[in-house]
């Protein structure tokens, strides 16, 4: 008969916590001895960032965005400040990320692909697999085959000063 109180399983179980506990401690050791990377921008540009008459930018061809923008007028990525939280706005950040699997480029780390199939399963359910040829076509697809994305490669353009 198998008891809850059995003195063997108890033990099995607190070394077993005891080995995750001591595991999880050293992931916390070795993240927070993990070096410091430096900023990717010097001094100047840190300065720049953060004057009152800066100007934010989409993300995707660098152009200028009004502060209450969603969307940005020119390739229409969403550059809302929440989007993300918003539920009906959300929707087309998701459906930005998902045309993005499909039609740009990629790097194909086994993180991101795993990401997009796994989402792309839980919202397109049945239609996943047809979601994933699209993907997978993109994928093998040669870097001159697939068009730069508005803007890209290019200088971000010139913002006239407020």
């Known amino acids: ?26 992931l916390v050791v070795w993240v927070r ?19 009152p008459g800066a100007v934010e930018v989409c993300h995707r061809c660098f152009r200028p965005q009004p502060p209450e923008a969603w969307f940005c007028g020119h390739c229409g990525s969403a550059v809302g400040p929440y989007n993300n939280c918003m539920p009906f706005l959300n929707l087309f950040s998701e459906g930005e990320v998902y045309r993005n699997g499909v039609s740009d480029r990629l ?17 397109y359910n049945l239609f996943a697999p047809l979601y994933w040829f699209y993907l997978f076509k993109n994928l093998f697809r040669k870097h001159e085959d697939i068009p730069a994305p508005a803007g890209a490669g290019s200088a971000p353009p010139e913002v006239p000063p407020a």
């Not at 070394?15 to 401690?25: M, T, V």
Request: charged share 25%; no cysteine; aromatic share 10%.
């Open 1 to 26: 008969m198998d008891s809850i109180g059995d003195p063997e399983k108890v033990v099995a179980w607190l070394g077993l916590g005891a080995i995750a506990a001591a595991g999880f401690y050293r």
């Open 107 to 123: 790097r194909p780390t086994p993180l991101i692909i795993g990401g997009y199939l796994l989402m792309s399963l839980y919202s």
């Open 33 to 51: 001895a993990a070096p410091v990377r430096p900023d990717p921008w010097d001094e100047e540009t840190e300065r720049q960032l953060h004057e």
